[in-house]
Each structure stands twice: as C-alpha cells, then as structure tokens.
C-alpha cells in the first residue's frame, strides 16, 4: 500500500479531477429526488388540511363544498404521481451513476492504494465465513452483498465486502392479521484473513457498550465469547471488551501495535467493529447503515472518503503484519 503521507497527493493529483467530472450527474439525481421530495410533501400538506377540514365539519373548515374536496383531491392525486415519477427518474439517474462510480472510481482508489488488490462491485464475502466468525446466530434467511475486494499481504490473502443479512419475521397488525417483514440481522462491512496455521484457542473482540449495561456489568449472552480478558491498554478497554478462552493467547494476539490501529480507525469513523480469531482466520464486522462504496447524493465525494477506505485496508494490514510476526499465538507444526 502506499504510504498515509502520499495519500492526499495522490487523491488531489489522479482522483479529484475524475470525481470532479461526476458532479454534473450528482447534481442531476439531487435535482429531481429534491422534486419527488416537494411534490410528497405538498400532497401531505392537502390531505392533512382535507383530514382536518372534514373532520371539523364546521364553517371554520379551511376546505369546504364539493369543489373544495374535489380540488383537494386532484392536487394530492397528481403531486403524488408526479413525486413517483420524479422518484423512479432520480432512482434510475441513481443507479447509472452508481455503475460508472464503481467501475470508474473505486477501482481506480483501489488500484491506487495497491495495484495487486482486485475489486469485484458485484462479489462479497461468502456465507461459510460469515458463519465461522461466531458473531451472529447460525440460522438466516437472505444472505447478500456486493463490492468485494481481494489481495495479499505479507503472503496471507484477504478478502472483504460490504453483506446484508436478513431474517424473516411475522409482525402483528392493528387487526390481528400478521404480515411478513425483513429484520436485519446485519449490514456493513466484514473483513476475513486466511493464514495458512491456526491458532491454539479462540479471542473476541466486541464493542464495549454493546455487551455491557450502564452500571458496567456483562449482558445475558456475552459468555458465549468465552472469559472476559483483562489488558494493559485503558483507552482500548474504553471501547472494548475481550473475550477467550485463553487469557494468555488473546493477550499474546492482541499487541500493543494491533490496538492503537483499531483504536484509530474506531477514532476515525466511530466504527463499532467486532474482531474474531478463530482457526486459521481473522474476521471483522463493522455495522454500516450505509453502503461503503457507494456514492452520496447529497455531497460531493470528499478527501476523507478515500481517507476512511484507506485507514480500514491499513487497518487490516496492521493486523496481518501483526499476526505474521506473532509466532508465540500459533500451533506447532
């Protein structure tokens, strides 16, 4: 990879002008999902004030007479159908755009950062990594993702994407009849590092907060991590919690110099990551709400994008490095 120090040079040399020719397409999809969203927000206007008007009855009703519904109701009935038309033309200008943005953008960042590593838009992770992590429960009903990138470091190859998991659930209406929804179970980025020994025992590491209660204790479930492992780094333990079933193996993975680069990009992009070290592998999941490789609406691609895409493959570099020098966390061949 190149060094952090070149990165803004390369992004203002070789990726600013391209982006800056994407600018007119963004403007396009924010124009007329700015539409959709005036248009949705005018027929919300009138049916309120008709709901009102109708409802009081009176001679103070703001609508009143045939004419008044009627009209009322014309303008909902086209602002509405505009605001889909408007919605469907931002959706589709959305998803050209998207297109060229990963075939022409991130593959162009991804080459720039190491032109080794190779990037797939529509790839991602596959299931059986997901489930060997031991972050999340076993049993899913819809499995996804897309902007797959691979590589190696240091002889050991990577592998990460943004997923979608769902499962399916049966929600309860007003009138007892329940309908089918889509619950996620997770979506965000997930890392896996494929080294060719194992491990002796397993080590976690789960965000803090997330298994802990607001007086500190551990929430129902966490044993399932195994025993809770004390470190000799405060501002780590501030933002995570360890978990083993060898204290001295997970402290033995976890060195001094893997902590400060979670502990940075957590600092970075407030990211909640889970680590995993189980067998021969290293997984990490990052809850997104957003796609990660996607391009916004509402803003131009900026430097600290390509920042964040840059400090998360640093990161998983880190630990690579880490886990390659580490010969005290291996078993015996």
């Not at 802990?212 to 195994?226: A, I």
């Not at 025993?227 to 333990?237: A, D, I, R, S, T």
């Not at 600290?304 to 886990?323: A, C, N, Q, R, W």
Request: positive net charge; aromatic residues 12%; glycine residues 6%.
């Amino acid at each position: 990879m190149i060094a952090y120090q070149e990165l803004k040079k390369v992004y203002e040399d070789q990726l600013q002008p391209q982006l800056s020719g994407m600018e007119a397409d963004r403007k396009t999809v924010k124009k007329w999902r700015g539409r959709a969203l005036v248009l949705l927000a005018v027929s919300l206007l009138f049916l309120g004030v008709l709901l009102v008007s109708l409802l009081a009855a009176t001679k103070y009703s703001i609508i009143s007479g045939m004419f008044g519904v009627t009209f009322s109701l014309v303008v909902i009935i086209l602002s509405l159908m505009l605001a889909s038309i408007f919605a469907l033309i931002a959706l589709l200008r959305y998803n050209k755009m998207k297109e060229v943005f990963k075939k022409e953008v991130i593959t162009r960042i991804v080459a720039l950062l190491n032109p080794e590593f190779e990037y797939q838009a529509k790839g991602f992770v596959p299931e059986a990594h997901y489930l060997a992590a031991g972050f999340f429960p076993d049993t899913h009903d819809r499995y996804g993702g897309d902007d797959l990138i691979t590589g190696v470091i240091d002889k050991t190859p990577f592998l990460f994407s943004d997923l979608k998991v769902e499962e399916k659930k049966n929600k309860k209406q007003m009138d007892e009849r329940k309908v089918m929804v889509w619950k996620s179970l997770f979506k965000g980025l997930f890392f896996v590092a494929e080294f060719n020994k194992s491990l002796n025992e397993n080590t976690f590491v789960v965000p803090e907060k997330a298994h802990t209660d607001f007086l500190g204790k551990e929430k129902k479930g966490v044993n399932r991590y195994g025993k809770l492992v004390k470190l000799e780094n405060p501002e780590f333990e501030k933002i995570f919690s360890v978990y083993g079933s060898s204290q001295q193996e997970a402290r033995y993975i976890l060195t001094p110099a893997m902590m400060e680069a979670i502990v940075n990009v957590h600092k970075m992009g407030g990211f909640q990551m889970m680590f995993s070290f189980v067998g021969s592998n290293v997984y990490c999941a990052i809850p997104r709400k957003r796609d990660t490789f996607e391009p916004k609406v509402s803003r131009s691609v900026e430097y600290k994008d390509v920042e964040e895409m840059y400090m998360l493959l640093h990161l998983i570099e880190t630990i690579i490095k880490e886990m390659n020098l580490n010969t005290r966390i291996w078993t015996k061949e």
